[in-house]
């Protein structure tokens, strides 16, 4: 008898399986200098000798040419809002008491971008355009994770 | 046999290239098949910007644990602003890959393609065997709780009843395969041992043991396919692709003939009249088999029509299968010696033809100019066949 044309469900035999696997991932040998780099609070990107683009995050290679990027260069932090969204539901669709703001960022030079937590603003205030810095966590709390970025935030004049 | 060859151009293989294989890179998937890539590229002086069309093979997801995996790895692959295909038949992607790259090519669509192979299996904890607990049929098989190695073991064990067979027999293939691996520089468990090493190890599920058994490992290969009028610009040794076959039997074990791999003859049979091969014994130079498992040489060099059925292990012992043998079966040293990171182990087959029958294999080398070669590899569900047969 087809499921759709029970009245009670629980009625269909069934059991219940997962497949037990975690994987462990490495950060692979790009990833290993610009992890690093965000312990040290630095952004780093790669950049291709061949058409001079230069790629964050990093790859090992340029996906113009396909040489290996090799040569690092030291970002300045600060960027610009590309788009942004306004997240209300979590995983488990529950709803955020504090919806989260999730934007993503592209700086000047690079190819790609970062898509990370815009924090100290309101929803109200984001606009496209608009530029922002990146706020690293205190070095005693980084650990060589994206999340060693906290958040970006506006950019304050100085 | 049902299949048209009308209207296909030739193809060849015109580059190739392959990482070390390792129990555990360092380098992202991606980074594994960017260096396979480039190393194929660079062997025949072509840039990606020559590359039409790019086939990627890549074994489950869940070695890697990245969803759509193929799609993840196809920046590594040169794919970026291409057409992309990935194949995925599990343990006879290397093969199949290729396969589709020789479609891609012989229908006129393209005139170069890369064709990408990557695993990266250290990645899936407690161990990549766990990612295959779900193959078996959810209510009849799971709750038993079965494991690859049932398979292999009541196959391995069916074959040796059927023929009489030892598992001395059967283990001079591991200590063949690891000795021709001695000469390769990209492999893992490259050894000198001899068949007591064998019977001696580790018990698994009997008659399977440890050194019956290919490693878990991580790599990747790559191999550059072209046009006839694009190989002949590109190199002066092209290598054809004479034909391919590849065939499936049925999703279940219990229905397939376990001494006896049924669906590699029906591959290897479509390869044979599609290249005009009558008598593959005399035909076909070198082979290299599918071999994660020492039996399963045996068994695909009888299902490959290479051996009668049952005396594969006789011509072994007699040294057919020697690499200057009368008929030389993975000179390469294979999954056993090489190392078996899936799809990429399947491909680095058909690499080791390229440069078998270029004269490029180095310390492995087959003597006497061998003109035909034979890969052949097997996956999916334990049923699948997948044949390529080239030639210079
Ligand atoms: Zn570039």
């Given at each position: 008898m087809p499921l759709d044309k029970l009245s009670h469900p629980q009625q269909a035999r069934a059991w219940f399986d997962n497949i037990p696997?975690?994987?462990?991932?490495?950060?692979?040998?790009?990833?290993?200098?610009?992890?690093?780099?965000?312990?040290?609070?630095?952004l780093l990107a790669a950049h291709c000798q061949e058409c001079g683009r230069t790629f964050l995050p990093p790859t090992l290679y340029c996906g113009n040419c396909f040489s290996t990027s090799g040569e690092w260069r030291e970002i300045v932090p600060h960027g610009v809002i590309d788009t942004f969204t306004v997240v209300h539901l979590d995983l488990e669709d529950n709803r955020l008491e504090q919806p989260e703001l999730i934007a993503l960022v592209r700086f000047e030079g690079c190819e790609g971008g970062l898509i990370h937590r815009l924090g100290e603003i309101d929803a109200a205030q984001v606009e496209v355009g608009m530029p922002v810095e990146v706020v690293f966590?205190?070095?005693?709390?980084r650990e060589g994770s994206i999340l060693d970025i906290a958040h970006v935030r506006p950019l304050t004049k100085s | 046999m049902a299949f048209r060859r009308t209207g296909l151009r030739r193809v060849a293989v015109v580059g190739a290239g392959m990482t070390k294989f390792v129990r555990r890179a360092q380098e992202t998937a991606q980074e594994l098949a960017f260096h396979a890539s480039r190393l194929a590229l660079d062997s025949c002086g072509l840039r990606i910007q020559d590359i039409g069309a790019v086939c990627l093979g890549t074994a489950p997801d869940a070695f890697d644990g990245v969803h759509m995996n193929g799609e993840y790895l196809s920046d590594g692959a040169g794919a970026y602003g291409k057409p992309f295909m990935r194949a995925y038949v599990g343990g006879g992607t290397g093969v199949f890959s290729v396969i589709q790259g020789w479609y891609h090519v012989a229908s006129g669509l393209f005139d170069a393609v890369l064709v990408v192979c990557e695993e990266k299996m250290s990645s899936c904890l407690p161990?990549?065997?766990?990612?295959?607990?779900?193959?078996?049929?959810?209510?009849?098989?799971?709750?038993?709780?079965?494991?690859?190695?049932?398979?292999?073991?009541?196959?391995?064990?069916?074959?040796?009843?059927?023929?009489?067979?030892?598992?001395?027999?059967?283990?001079?293939?591991?200590?063949?395969?690891?000795?021709?691996?001695?000469?390769?520089?990209?492999?893992?468990?490259?050894?000198?041992?001899?068949?007591?090493?064998?019977?001696?190890?580790?018990?698994?599920?009997?008659?399977?043991?440890?050194?019956?058994v290919s490693p878990t490992s991580d790599g990747a290969v790559a191999v550059i396919l072209a046009s006839e009028d694009a190989a002949k610009r590109i190199t002066d040794k092209p290598v054809w692709i004479k034909s391919v076959g590849w065939c499936l039997d049925s999703a279940y074990w219990t229905n397939r003939d376990l001494s006896y791999p049924e669906y590699v003859?029906?591959?290897a049979r479509m390869a044979y009249e599609m290249a005009g091969i009558k008598e593959p014994r005399k035909e076909i130079h070198i082979v290299e088999p599918y071999d994660p498992f020492d039996y399963k040489e045996l068994h695909h060099l009888e299902g490959l029509l290479l051996a009668p059925k049952g005396e594969a292990p006789r011509l072994l012992a007699e040294g057919v299968f020697d690499r200057d043998g009368d008929l030389p079966a993975t000179p390469s040293g294979g999954l056993l010696g090489v190392g078996n990171p899936i799809a990429a182990a399947g491909l680095m087959k058909v690499a080791e033809l390229f440069w078998q029958l270029r004269g490029e294999a180095g310390k492995r080398q087959v003597p006497g100019n061998p003109r035909t070669g034979l890969a052949q590899a097997w996956g999916d569900l334990m049923q699948v066949g997948t044949v390529a047969i080239l030639g210079v």
């Open positions: 696997i975690q994987n462990q991932y490495t950060v692979g040998i790009a990833g290993e200098v610009f992890f690093r780099g965000l312990m040290d609070g630095k966590r205190p070095p005693q709390e | 161990h990549p065997q766990a990612a295959f607990l779900t193959i078996f049929d959810h209510t009849t098989e799971r709750p038993l709780k079965p494991n690859l190695l049932w398979i292999f073991a009541l196959e391995m064990n069916r074959y040796m009843q059927k023929y009489g067979l030892s598992k001395k027999d059967i283990a001079r293939v591991a200590v063949k395969n690891k000795r021709n691996a001695m000469d390769h520089p990209a492999a893992q468990l490259a050894a000198e041992i001899t068949v007591e090493d064998v019977l001696n190890s580790e018990v698994l599920a009997w008659p399977v043991q440890r050194l019956d003859e029906r591959a």
